[in-house]
């Protein structure tokens, strides 16, 4: 697909039935995004909130004159309103420059927590509680690369062993007995995503909390942490971080109609929970993220269906990587896959006249035209997973968009198949 970017942008400006995304008047009205799950517009209010910030709140947050002080009450209320959003408090809201940073400082608190933790075990009584060598880091095989990545990173440095929990072929997901199966006496941290970004798969996060919390309420090993990245997931089902039973949830602005700029719950900072420093600087975010914050993106992000038609269309055609027995999958994913010689993914996307959607996930797209992992690991045969494309839908989608989709798709496939 000729200049996506220039195809992305020019499709976010539809005007829906409601007042949202009427501000993108530059847009193309042929073309229809479903790449969702890749990024979300700004919705009109978090637009203006960023702007009202840009000009009244432009002061540095940490000075007492009143542009300063405007932005400091801005960053405040911003953090009630993600706290809120994600059953926390305030103060377990720590804003970060993404998702990536977010996750990247849980895995290294964890590390860092089991270090300190094992050398204060071993001044008291040695190492009789099995908190001698390395710290264990338990994640799944479906993983974003921000949790992925440093994790491999942590592993040929050294500094951690890793078990990659493979997801079940009959319902990708992490099933829980193989996560606590995995668990060791030196395991710190259980690191599972909330939602899977292609296939939309749910994860079982509260059921895995559950059986840890129960293994953690033994005095002689050290707590296992639990993280999920719900990055997927906001916006799109309740999250609720108490209600899961996680001690860290990654919150990224953009999956959901905010700027790109992320958070990190932590239930009770430094206290309840560690929480240790990447970055040392001048004391930001109780010293736990410091860098003189990012006031207009943090009020931005303080501000902020799929119709499944293509069974009828397409028949037999069809493949729906994403439905698995027992489990749920996001309200607006939806990864299928149309069979036939002619008809790889990427090559049915770059035929189509309207549809701006991708065969996984966007920080993937430099893997050229192979298979998803995440759907190999899956369960989902190879030729099949060629042929694979990630729809995900937003509030500005509508039923229109849809049927569009839907008639272009079979246009599409009927061209490429006569082509052969």
């Known amino acids: 697909m000729a200049k996506q970017s220039d195809d992305v942008s020019s499709a976010m400006g539809r005007t829906c039935s409601g007042p949202s995304f009427q501000h993108y008047s530059e847009m193309n009205l042929d073309r229809i995004y479903m790449d969702y799950n890749a990024t979300t517009p700004l919705e009109p209010e978090v637009i203006q909130a960023i702007s009202e910030a840009l000009q009244d709140a432009w002061g540095n947050p940490s000075s007492n004159y009143i542009a300063g002080a405007k932005a400091k009450a801005t960053i405040n209320q911003s953090r009630e309103n993600v706290a809120r959003m994600v ?29 300190r933790s094992s050398r204060a075990a071993g001044q008291r009584e040695g190492h009789r509680n099995g908190s001698g060598g390395l710290p264990h880091i338990i994640t799944s095989n479906v993983e974003h690369d921000s949790v992925k990545l440093v994790a491999e990173h942590l592993q040929k440095e050294g500094k951690a062993d890793v078990t990659y929990v493979p997801v079940s072929k009959m319902t990708a997901r992490v099933e829980v007995e193989d996560v606590i199966a995995a668990l060791r006496p030196n395991t710190c941290l259980v690191s599972i995503m909330l939602a899977n970004n292609e296939t939309g798969v749910i994860m079982p996060i509260p059921e895995i909390s559950q059986r840890i919390k129960c293994l953690n309420k033994q005095q002689e090993r050290l707590r296992v942490l639990l993280h999920t990245d719900a990055a997927q997931a906001l916006g799109k089902i309740r999250v609720d971080a108490c209600e899961l039973g996680v001690d860290y949830l990654t919150v990224v602005g953009h999956k959901f109609y905010g700027p790109r700029v992320g958070a990190l719950f932590v239930n009770g900072p430094g206290t309840r929970t560690p929480l240790y420093p990447m970055l040392f600087g001048g004391g930001q975010e109780r010293n736990f993220r410091p860098g003189t914050e990012n006031t207009a993106m943090i009020a931005g992000l303080g501000k902020v269906c799929f119709l499944l038609r293509m069974r009828a269309v397409f028949n037999n055609k069809i493949r729906f990587n994403s439905h698995y027995p027992g489990s749920d999958i996001l309200p607006n994913t939806c990864n299928v896959s149309i069979l036939g010689p002619s008809l790889q993914g990427w ?22 035209n192979r298979p998803s992992h995440i759907l190999l690991s899956c369960g989902v045969p190879s030729e099949v997973a060629a042929g694979a494309l ?31």
């Open 87 to 115: 059953g926390g408090k305030a103060e377990d809201i720590i804003f970060t420059s993404g998702g990536t940073e977010a996750n990247n400082m849980v895995l290294h608190t964890a590390v860092e927590h089991f270090r």
């Open 347 to 368: 090559r049915v996307l770059s035929n189509c006249r309207k549809l701006l959607a991708s065969v996984g996930a966007a920080c993937h797209s430099d893997s050229g």
């Open 390 to 420: 990630r729809l995900s839908v937003g509030r500005a989608t509508t039923k229109a968009d849809v049927d569009a989709v839907v008639e272009d798709l079979r246009e599409t496939v009927r061209q490429l198949e006569e082509m052969d």
